[in-house]
T-cell receptor, first 112, second 111 residues
Framework: DAMVIQNPRYQVTQFGKPVTLSCSQTLNHNVMYWYQQKSSQAPKLLFHYYDKDFNNEADTPDNFQSRRPNTSFCFLDIRSPGLGDAAMYLC???????????FGPGTRLTVL | KQEVTQIPAALSVPEGENLVLNCSFTDSAIYNLQWFRQDPGKGLTSLLLIQSSQREQTSGRLNASLDKSSGRSTLYIAASQPGDSATYLCAVTGGNYQLIWGAGTKLIIKP
């Protein structure tokens, strides 16, 4: 089945230790998104790729970066995780902008 | 600035009842509106997408309506089941192609 896959599902890291979260898709969608969701809150868009074009949200901290080496994969790098970065990180894809977004199962990040 | 509101914040109903979840938005200039379901600790599942030119969409026991002029959408769930218990979020796609989210309605279906 075509889908959005995130690895790992659970990630524990230490304060300040870099971490990379992975997202892959079999939908061949042009757009890939990274969201941060904290408990009982709506998802917050961090950035998105429209094909190879990177779009960063104005309030996304510099600590967060992303790479999209090809259509299928997108990575979220957190350079120096702080306690406030503990959250669920959701990857989503859409065929084009303003199309339906499909979400992966998320990666739960814990920062010790 | 687009704002999306969902009422009620929480809802508890007995199994078998039909129910309606509400979503309102302040700016009618939207591309579409999407309803999602989220189970605790899980990702988001897209339930229905309504394009701005459409009035409603149906999938199984779910029916979503859109009244763009009044800035309102409803999600109707027929014959509710305990498995429908989850948080339901609506989101609109605005002029910058971003999803603007409501805070969600936490639904509990009592057996």
């Amino acid at each position: 089945d075509a889908m959005v896959i995130q690895n790992p599902r659970y990630q524990v890291t230490q304060f300040g230790k870099p971490v990379t979260l992975s997202c892959s898709q079999t939908l061949n969608h042009n757009v890939m998104y990274w969201y941060q969701q904290k408990s009982s809150q709506a998802p917050k868009l961090l950035f998105h790729y429209y094909d190879k074009d990177f779009n960063n949200e104005a309030d996304t901290p510099d600590n967060f970066q992303s790479r999209r080496p090809n259509t299928s994969f997108c990575f979220l790098d957190i350079r120096s995780p702080g306690l406030g970065d503990a959250a669920m990180y959701l990857c989503a894809t859409s065929r084009d902008r303003a199309n339906e977004q499909f979400f992966g199962p998320g990666t739960r990040l814990t920062v010790l | 600035k687009q704002e999306v509101t969902q009422i009620p914040a929480a809802l508890s109903v007995p199994e078998g009842e039909n129910l309606v979840l509400n979503c309102s938005f302040t700016d009618s200039a939207i591309y579409n509106l999407q309803w999602f379901r989220q189970d605790p600790g899980k990702g988001l599942t897209s339930l229905l997408l309504i394009q701005s030119s459409q009035r409603e969409q149906t999938s199984g026991r779910l029916n979503a309506s859109l009244d763009k002029s009044s800035g309102r959408s409803t999600l109707y769930i027929a014959a509710s089941q305990p498995g429908d218990s989850a948080t339901y979020l609506c989101a609109v796609t605005g002029g910058n192609y971003q999803l603007i989210w409501g805070a969600g309605t936490k639904l509990i279906i009592k057996p």
